[in-house]
C-alpha cells in the first residue's frame, strides 16, 4: 500500500538517535492523541518497569513524560528506558496504525543507544534483553561523567587526521592525569572528544603543535556520560557488559533491514559477529561519517529519523547538504564540475561509475522525515 514515504520503504535509510541532554521530544503529544495513546502508554510503562528491575529504583516514565520533566544525569537511567520506550512506541505506531513495514527499509543504523535499538528493531535481539546492559551499566556511566567533559574538535578548512587526533589523545592520557578519548567522528572535520579533569583544556593547548592550524576546540557546556571511550574501562563496564551480552539469546539473522555498525562503520552484524560488534560499541568512537556516507552510497533518497526530538544525525546532515551547495553554486571552474558530477551522483547507473565518495553530492536531494512530527500530523481522526 501507498505509505508516507512512497509505496515501498527500498529506498529508504532508518536513522536511530541516541542520548541527548533533551529526550522527551513529542512524546507527551502522542500520549494525548487518543488513536496512540494506547500504544505509547503500554511501551512507557514496560521499559519504565525494566528500569525499576534492573536498577532497584522507582521508575514511572508514564508520570515523568505526563509532567513534561525532562530526567538530568542523574536520572540517566530513565533517560535510557525514556528513549526506547519512545522510539519502540513510534515504531509500533508506523506498522500497526499506519501500515508501514518498517523491515523492509533498505538500511538502518543508531548513533550511540540508537544503534542497539536498531539491532533489535531489525531482528536480532530482544529489546527487552538488550535494554538491560545499558541500563545496568548507567549508574557507573554517570558517575563518571561528573568528572568530564566534552570538546567539538573541528576545521573550517580541511580534515582533521584522525590519526593524529587519537595519537593526541595518547600522549595526553599517558602523563597520567586523566584519560582524555575520541568518542564521535561527526566528520572528516569534526570530532567529539570526551576528558577527564582538565585533559581537554592540556588538549587544546597542546593542538597547535599536533593539529593544522585552521584547528579549533570548543568545549560543549553539559556532561556526558563517556561511553564510547576509554573512560568507561575504569569502572570495567566493557568487561561487565560483555558478559552480560554473551548471555543474550539471538533473534533472527541477517538483520532486516541491514544495520551499519557506528563502532566498525560496516554492515557486519550477524549471527556470530553481533555480540562482538557490541562489545566494539562499548568503547569504540561512533563513526557517524561512515553512516553519511554508506546512507548516500547505498541509493537511499530518504531518511526516516526515529525517536524523541532527533538532532545530531539530522544535523550532520543538513551541514553536508549545505556545503554541498556552497561548492556547486559558485561560479568557478571546480563548482561547475562539482555541479556536473552532483548530476551524475544523481542517476543510479552513472552514480555507480563515480568513485564513491562522489555519493556525498546527493546529499541536497536527500529527503529527511522526522517520524514523531509525521505521527502528530497524521494522526487517525485529524482534520
Not at 17 to 33: C, D, F, K, P, S
Not at 83 to 104: F, K, N, P, T, W
Not at 310 to 336: C, W
Request: with cysteine; glycine share 6%.
Amino acid at each position: 500500500m501507498p505509505t508516507p514515504l512512497g509505496t515501498d520503504l527500498d529506498d529508504v535509510a532508518l536513522a536511530y538517535r541516541g542520548y541527548n541532554v533533551t529526550n522527551l521530544g513529542r512524546t507527551r503529544e502522542l500520549l494525548h492523541i487518543p488513536a496512540y495513546a494506547k500504544v505509547v502508554s503500554e511501551e512507557l510503562v514496560r521499559y519504565g518497569r525494566i528500569c525499576s528491575d534492573v536498577t532497584r529504583q522507582p521508575c514511572d516514565l508514564l508520570a515523568l513524560t505526563e509532567t513534561n520533566v525532562e530526567p538530568g544525569l542523574d536520572q540517566y537511567a530513565h533517560a535510557i528506558a525514556l528513549i526506547v520506550a519512545a522510539e519502540v512506541a513510534q515504531l509500533r505506531l508506523l506498522r500497526e496504525l499506519h501500515g508501514v513495514d518498517y523491515s523492509q527499509a533498505r538500511l538502518a543504523f543508531g548513533y550511540s543507544l540508537g544503534e542497539m535499538i536498531a539491532i533489535c528493531k531489525s531482528g536480532g535481539f530482544a529489546t527487552e534483553d538488550l535494554v538491560r546492559v545499558p541500563l545496568a551499566m548507567a549508574a557507573d556511566c554517570a558517575d563518571l561523567a561528573r568528572d568530564a567533559e566534552m570538546g567539538v574538535l573541528f576545521s573550517r578548512g580541511g580534515a582533521i587526521s584522525e590519526h593524529d587526533v587519537r595519537r593526541l589523545c595518547t600522549d595526553i592520557t599517558r602523563q597520567g592525569r586523566g584519560t582524555i578519548g575520541l568518542s564521535s567522528i561527526l566528520s572528516p572535520n569534526t570530532y567529539l572528544l570526551i576528558g577527564q579533569g582538565y585533559t581537554v583544556d592540556r588538549f587544546k593547548g597542546a593542538m597547535k603543535d599536533a593539529l593544522p592550524a585552521a584547528a579549533h576546540l570548543r568545549i560543549n557546556e553539559h556532561r556526558w556520560p563517556p561511553l564510547h571511550t576509554p573512560i568507561i574501562r575504569q569502572r570495567y563496564v566493557t568487561d561487565r557488559a560483555a558478559l552480560m551480552l554473551d548471555q543474550l539469546a539471538p533473534g533472527k539473522f541477517p538483520p532486516k533491514p541491514p544495520v551499519f555498525s557506528l563502532a566498525t562503520g560496516k554492515l557486519n552484524y550477524d549471527e556470530y559477529s553481533a555480540r562482538d560488534v557490541l562489545r566494539q560499541w562499548i568503547d569504540h568512537p561512533q563513526r557517524l561519517w561512515d553512516a553519511v556516507v554508506e546512507t548516500l552510497n547505498c541509493g537511499a533518497t530518504t531518511v526516516l529519523h526515529i525517536g524523541p526530538e532527533p538532532n545530531l544525525i539530522l544535523a550532520t546532515f543538513a551541514r553536508l547538504a549545505e556545503n554541498v551547495k556552497q561548492q556547486t553554486n559558485g561560479k568557478t571552474f571546480d563548482s561547475y564540475r562539482m555541479k556536473a558530477m552532483s548530476g551524475l551522483a544523481s542517476r543510479p547507473w552513472l552514480a555507480s561509475l563515480l568513485p564513491k565518495r562522489a555519493a556525498l553530492l546527493r546529499a541536497p536531494q536527500l529527503k529527511h522525515i522526522v517520524l514523531e512530527d509525521w505521527l502528530v500530523e497524521n494522526a487517525p481522526g485529524k482534520p
